[in-house]
Nanobody
Framework: QVQLVESGGGSVLPGGSLRLSCAVS????????MGWFRQAPGKEREGVAI????????WYADSVKGRFTLSQDNAKNTLHLQMNSLKYEEAAMYYC????????????????????????WGQGTQVAVAS
């Protein structure tokens, strides 16, 4: 089990950018399959991006491909999500989640992980997109 703390949320204009961070404590980031999810009011939580940290391999939802980028800072045990060209409809609470790779989520299995497969969650960071 790891502890996750998100930061970096805020309010931006449409077309703007934010960089979210997820600080991991309690274990080494590279041992985990991790994801970013978001939930807007009245909507279900949805997957945005997933990374298998050992290899750096990634999966992105179609809606964010080309605009969002995951990156790892192994020295700081932190995962980042760079979000560019943000849209109104992407305003939501953004959550970081993790599942240990040894639990069957290594390699390509990581990219198939569903929301319910992730046992460890942060408290979320709010992203607002408004003019």
């Amino acid at each position: 089990q790891v502890q996750l703390v998100e930061s970096g949320g805020g309010s931006v204009l449409p077309g703007g950018s934010l960089r979210l961070s997820c600080a991991v404590s309690g274990d080494t980031l590279s041992r985990y399959c991790m994801g970013w999810f978001r939930q807007a009011p009245g909507k279900e939580r949805e997957g945005v991006a997933i990374i298998y940290n050992e290899s750096g391999g990634t999966w992105y939802a179609d809606s964010v491909k080309g605009r969002f980028t995951l990156s790892q800072d192994n020295a700081k045990n932190t995962l980042h999500l760079q979000m560019n060209s943000l849209k109104y409809e992407e305003a939501a609470m953004y959550y970081c989640a993790a599942v240990a790779a040894f639990r069957g989520y290594a390699g390509s299995r990581c990219y198939m992980a569903r929301l319910s497969d992730f046992p460890d969650w942060g408290q979320g960071t709010q992203v607002a997109v408004a003019s």
